[in-house]
């Protein structure tokens, strides 16, 4: 969908103008993870319209394969408008215009379900499943387990302002997944679970990695036992996209078979990145760079000062990061 960014804070009936960017949970997963190196590859539909070139083209301008992208000549391409503030507070608003969009109309009939299979990670969103009952059918198709299926990631993504959001039917998706991200605010909102990573492991046994996202003071992941790896210390410039960018941060570690510290750690890197620029969408560090800031001890990771520019930072981790 076509995301459209306020010029300044305050009431989207206040607010004069927009900046118009692209949006999506999958599409900022998949272009963050071209931009650090990897193949990927979006599925999805929208509109044969401006938008829907918009999109496609500023998709594949970051090294992703569009080529399954399937345009929709009866319906359009959806967009949203949001405020500046913060997902988790009062103030913050968002107005969502995705029903009867391209995307609302995906099933399993016209999607190429060869292409979504195809690669070693395939990773979806609840926020699809929120779509549509084709939607919800897609994705219940997708998390069956099956002969050749790539390992599913899964993350939550609970939006309460999408009209079809079901806790329930997201509560089946996770529990299809073999690695689910789940936000501990998202599981107490959406599934009333509270009591913190171990209740939400207990609620959701199932995937054999399950991260829990705790905000800006780190993360926990259930690969075995827990494991928990604080977030450094970021000057945020706008919340929005950390969630897609530290879920992609996490699946490039897992791609590389990294252990479960810089998985946790290279999410919290791209979660840095995204924070620390106004849009959806950041310029991952080097991957070199990503690598000596995870690799550090604990002390000098808790020392860790990241700031708008940081991913450009050609220094030594620790000239360049701790103060």
Same mark, same amino acid.
């Given at each position: 969908?076509?995301?459209?960014?306020?010029?300044?804070?305050?009431?989207?009936?206040?607010?004069?103008?927009f900046?118009?960017?692209?949006?999506?949970?999958?599409?900022?997963?998949?272009?963050?993870?071209?931009?650090?190196?990897?193949?990927?590859?979006?599925?999805?539909?929208?509109?044969?319209?401006?938008?829907?070139?918009?999109?496609?083209?500023?998709?594949?301008?970051?090294?992703?394969?569009?080529?399954?992208?399937?345009?929709?000549?009866?319906?359009?391409?959806?967009?949203?408008f949001?405020?500046?503030?913060?997902?988790?507070?009062?103030a913050?608003?968002?107005?969502?215009?995705?029903?009867?969009?391209?995307?609302?109309?995906?099933?399993?009939?016209?999607?190429?379900?060869?292409?979504?299979?195809?690669?070693?990670? =395939?990773?979806?969103?609840?926020?699809?499943?929120? +779509?549509?009952?084709?939607? $919800?059918?897609?994705?219940? /198709? *997708? @998390?069956? %387990?099956?002969?050749?299926?790539p390992?599913?990631?899964?993350?939550?993504?609970?939006?309460?302002?999408?009209?079809?959001?079901?806790?329930?039917?997201?509560?089946?998706?996770?529990?299809?997944?073999?690695?689910?991200?789940?936000?501990?605010?998202?599981?107490?909102?959406?599934?009333?679970?509270?009591?913190?990573?171990?209740?939400?492991r207990?609620?959701?046994?199932?995937?054999?990695?399950?991260?829990?996202?705790?905000?800006?003071?780190?993360?926990?992941?259930?690969?075995?036992?827990?494991?928990?790896?604080?977030?450094?210390?970021?000057?945020?410039?706008?919340?929005t996209?950390?969630?897609?960018?530290f879920?992609?941060?996490?699946?490039s570690?897992? =791609?590389?078979?990294?252990?479960?510290?810089?998985? +946790?750690?290279?999410?919290? $890197?791209?979660?840095?990145? /995204? *924070? @620390?620029? %106004?849009?959806?969408?950041?310029?991952?560090?080097?991957?070199?760079?990503?690598?000596?800031?995870?690799?550090?001890?604990?002390?000098?990771?808790?020392?860790?000062?990241?700031?708008?520019?940081w991913?450009?930072?050609?220094?030594?981790?620790?000239?360049?990061?701790?103060?």
């Amino acid at each position: 969908m076509v995301t459209f960014l306020p010029s300044r804070p305050g009431r989207l009936a206040d607010v004069p103008s927009f900046d118009r960017a692209i949006g999506g949970a999958e599409s900022n997963v998949a272009c963050a993870l071209a931009a650090f190196g990897h193949t990927a590859r979006w599925v999805g539909r929208v509109g044969a319209d401006g938008f829907g070139d918009h999109l496609v083209e500023r998709i594949a301008g970051h090294g992703v394969d569009v080529s399954a992208v399937r345009r929709d000549t009866r319906r359009p391409t959806g967009v949203y408008f949001r405020t500046a503030g913060d997902r988790g507070t009062g103030a913050h608003e968002v107005a969502y215009y995705r029903e009867g969009s391209a995307a609302s109309a995906m099933s399993t009939g016209n999607v190429n379900l060869a292409a979504v299979r195809a690669g070693r990670v =395939l990773h979806l969103s609840g926020i699809t499943a929120a +779509l549509s009952a084709d939607c $919800l059918a897609l994705m219940r /198709a *997708l @998390t069956a %387990p099956g002969p050749g299926r790539p390992l599913l990631s899964f993350d939550l993504n609970h939006r309460p302002g999408l009209a079809g959001t079901d806790p329930a039917a997201l509560l089946e998706l996770a529990r299809g997944a073999d690695l689910a991200f789940v936000g501990e605010d998202e599981a107490e909102q959406a599934w009333g679970v509270t009591g913190g990573p171990a209740a939400i492991r207990e609620a959701l046994p199932e995937p054999a990695v399950l991260v829990v996202k705790q905000g800006a003071g780190g993360a926990t992941a259930f690969d075995g036992g827990p494991a928990f790896e604080r977030a450094p210390h970021t000057s945020v410039v706008a919340p929005t996209g950390a969630g897609d960018a530290f879920a992609a941060g996490f699946l490039s570690a897992t =791609l590389r078979g990294l252990p479960v510290r810089d998985r +946790l750690r290279h999410g919290h $890197l791209m979660a840095a990145a /995204a *924070l @620390t620029t %106004p849009g959806d969408l950041a310029t991952p560090p080097a991957r070199g760079h990503a690598d000596r800031l995870a690799a550090l001890d604990d002390d000098a990771w808790g020392r860790l000062r990241l700031g708008p520019g940081w991913t450009q930072a050609d220094r030594a981790p620790e000239e360049a990061n701790t103060p």
